[in-house]
């Protein structure tokens, strides 16, 4: 059955972006055929058309989607045809009219999730699960602690300061300019700081904490904030890097951690939280609880053709989009 994919034949610019034809078989063991109503746009394909992530050339795009379940193969029991189904899942290959994969990482979504915010939200909001619920400092966060989250104008930044307000947390925003620091207000920041108007934001961020510091720091943005972020810790702080959308993190000096205060430092990716069916499964519930309360609203600010992969692509590195983004077949 011929399909249409999005291709790189080798890493470069938003330009290698190809729509080919490509053959979709059936499903094998373990595995799904999923036709797409909807794919997913993030940071990570970028890294992955870049080279910063090198993957096996030629190589299709894309980490999140979703649609309609049109086969399964052997020893798949949670999923059968017809289902409404969403993901975010390796290998890269949901810039794509239809596709087979792994089905251990797709879920059943929910009917009161439509399949364009199926597939907004959930690289993003697992992202954010797995690094509010499972990416903490020491004791804990609780109600009323801050918290510094960067890009939060970004699709998961926007559903981290919802969530964070769900959870009492005082989320210290942090983006480039007032309009971006405004839309994380008014999706739960308790504060917001533009970084390019502000440069020393650690400064303001002790202003904001009468001096402590946050208990953690999450940062996808990297080498543009890394220093910074060490500062804005309060004493066994924990930088979480999650992320290098500004270039990577500079080799660490470990002494600095002392310094500072005795900080922790993790560099944990999504992947490994997702690796069984039971974790992505207990993940998927509670994301898609967060969405079903209406406690957390996915923001889709851009819709592009398939064929319109490249613009996308660029929109996203000039860091011009806010929310989410998705492509439609």
Known sequence: ??????????????????????????????????????????????????GAYALPLPARLG????????????????????????????????????????????LKLPDSI???????????????????????????????DFVVFHAAAGGVGLIACQWARALGLQLIATAGSDEKCALALAHGAAHAINYRREADFAAR??????GRGVKVVYDSVGADTWEGSLNCLAPFGLMVSFGAASGAVPPLNIGALAAKGSLYVTRPTLFTHIATREATQAMGDDLFGMVASGQVKVRIDKRYALADATQAHRDLEARVLTGSAVLLP
């Open 1 to 50: 059955m011929n399909e249409k994919a999005v291709v790189i034949e080798t890493p470069g610019g938003a330009e290698q972006l190809k729509l080919v034809d490509v053959e979709v078989g059936s499903p094998g063991p373990g595995e799904i055929r999923i036709r797409h109503h909807a794919c997913g746009l993030n940071y990570i394909d970028v890294y992955h058309r870049n």
């Open 63 to 106: 980490m999140e989607g979703a649609g309609v379940v049109e086969a399964v193969g052997e020893g798949v029991t949670h999923l059968q045809p017809g289902d409404r189904a969403a993901y975010a899942s390796q290998p890269p290959g949901a810039y794509a009219t239809a596709r087979v994969m792994p089905a251990r990482a797709v």
């Open 205 to 210: 961020v002790r202003d904001i904490t009468g």
């Open 114 to 144: 439509d399949f364009e915010t199926g597939a907004a939200m959930m690289l993003k909001g697992l992202t954010v699960q797995y690094l509010l619920r499972r990416t903490l400092p020491q004791e804990g966060l609780k109600p009323g």
